[in-house]
């Protein structure tokens, strides 16, 4: 699992780097850039990471870092917060190879 998550994030940091390039961001930008980016998508990860099994924690780090602070009901945080609970369980009970091969299921 932790080749796979290596994989994974080398993929999504080079798509971002790519991306960048192609907007038009310079050589020196883009390193900055994808450093900001990468910090931001590390500290969320571990924000989340450490609240998925805490509802509560779990719907201050959504307010906090998806809907950055901006006005929105508990229960749609609420909402989301047990959505992506549910989503890790199931995710969990997946293998690698499934997830390789884009069999990735998400609940409703």
Known sequence: MQEFIRVLSEAFFSDMDRSLREMGASDTGVGIRVKK??????GRLKAYKEAIQDEAALILALGRNAYREKPVSR???????????????ALQLVSVDALMSGAIPFCD
């Open 75 to 89: 229960e749609a945080v609420a909402s989301m917060a047990a959505y992506m609970a549910r989503n890790q369980r």
């Open 37 to 42: 980016m990468a910090q931001a998508f590390y």
